[in-house]
């Protein structure tokens, strides 16, 4: 297996960088790699890897256990890597009995309740959905508390036995002579595989597991504002617990469609609109699409290709603030190609009568270039 690149690495961030710059960062690379813009054959893998490390590093307490202990294996409690496809078990909550539990290294009672492991769904959304918000039912497979059995596993009227091998600890020390001398391992119980418990009459629903597999609908409310990449946390939508453990968490990644027409960077919208030689010459009032509806803007006369004008208000609502961002209007001015012998000759008048003022133009160009060059 690869090894894992530095999270702070992967984002070109110091580690000394602020939730901001993070954010920035992420948001930067996110829109590089993002599989429905970049086609390359690595851009998925790479978007992957951008979204692990800042799931991580925009997370403080997820942040602070990796500046302390570096890579995590998945499966053990860091998240954001160990999902695949739209669903992944995770089990963010066993980082927290490997550094704090047990006291310190002794043995964790294994007929404890046990949280259930997390889930990563990820959800994709339209551009204005994402803009105005949205509301959606999803249905997803996990495992659910066994409603027979409640979790024991036991058919219903019985109760497991405690493991008459291990004595209900789940383990089993090994002995081994070596030529260092008598070396004691221990290892999962083989007679109860490491549960403690011995259950002689199996529930028929769970067939002893405790847990079912179900389909789950779940309700999802996606906030105005939501950027690509975002993350929605479902507490308590993810995985059964165990023995009467709480249920893991859902977390819903957001990827968004581009639109054709609008572009956004953060909470302003930017889009093109087309002019004529005319209407950039002489100036016009135009109509502009924004994300709700229509508005006029003036155009004045002069106005150069590249232009841009601030529509004030008419960008994204703000995620977690008052107010909306802008639209930003780039103007481009288009040059006819088919053009009537009566069109042809007005620019040819057009172009005789401005002769001598641009003659003027080239001549103070040059004239600041000159000067430019002599150091004036």
Same mark, same amino acid.
Do not use: W
């Given at each position: ?219 999802? #409310?996606? $906030?105005? %504002?939501?950027?690509? &990449?975002?993350?929605? @946390?479902?507490? /308590?939508? =993810?995985?059964?617990? +165990? *023995? !009467? ?52 803007? #003036?155009? $004045?006369? %002069?106005?150069?290709? &590249?232009?841009?004008? @601030?529509?004030? /208000?008419? =960008?994204?609502?703000? +995620? *977690? !603030? ?55």
């Amino acid at each position: 297996m690869a090894e894992k690149r530095d999270y702070y690495e992967v984002l070109s961030v110091g580690r000394d960088a602020s939730d901001e710059d993070i954010k920035k960062a992420y948001r930067k690379l996110a829109r590089q790699y993002h599989p429905d813009v970049n086609k390359a054959e690595n851009a998925e893998a790479q978007f992957k890897e951008v979204k692990e490390a800042y799931d991580v590093l925009s997370d403080g307490q997820k942040r602070a256990g990796y500046d302390q202990y570096g890579h995590v294996d998945p499966n053990q409690g860091m998240g954001g890597g160990g999902f695949s496809g739209d669903f992944g078990g995770g089990g963010l909550g066993d980082i927290f009995d490997m550094f704090f539990g047990g006291g310190g290294g002794g043995r964790r009672d294994p007929n404890a309740p046990q949280r259930g492991n997390d889930l990563q769904y990820t959800m994709t959304i339209e551009f204005k959905e994402a803009v105005f918000g949205k509301e959606s039912d999803i249905t997803i497979p996990r495992t659910e508390t066994c409603d027979t059995c409640f979790g024991s596993g036991a058919k219903p009227g019985t109760k497991p036995h405690k493991c008459s091998v291990c004595n209900g600890s789940g383990q089993q020390e090994v002995v081994q002579n070596t030529p260092f001398g008598r070396m004691a391992n221990r290892r999962a119980c083989s007679n109860c595989s490491g549960t403690g418990q011995i259950i002689k009459d199996r529930c028929t629903t769970c067939q002893g597991q405790g847990k079912v597999k179900k389909q789950r609908k779940i309700h999802v #409310k996606i $906030p105005a %504002g939501v950027d690509d &990449g975002a993350q929605l @946390r479902m507490t /308590g939508e =993810g995985e059964g617990g +165990l *023995r !009467g453990g709480p249920a893991g968490d859902l977390y819903i990644v957001i990827r968004v469609k581009s639109h054709e027409f609008f572009q956004r960077e953060g909470d302003d919208i930017f889009c093109e609109i087309p002019l004529t030689f005319a209407q950039a010459a002489l100036g016009d009032e135009i109509e502009i699409p924004t994300l709700s509806d229509k508005v006029k803007l #003036k155009v $004045p006369a %002069g106005t150069q290709t &590249g232009t841009f004008f @601030r529509l004030k /208000g008419r =960008g994204v609502p703000r +995620l *977690r !603030g008052i107010g909306q961002g802008d639209q930003h209007v780039k103007v481009v001015i288009v040059t006819p190609s088919n053009l009537s012998d009566e069109q042809k000759d007005l620019l040819r008048q057009i172009a005789s009568l401005d002769g001598e003022k641009t003659h003027e133009h080239e001549q103070s160009f040059f004239d600041r270039v000159k000067k430019a060059f002599r150091g004036d």
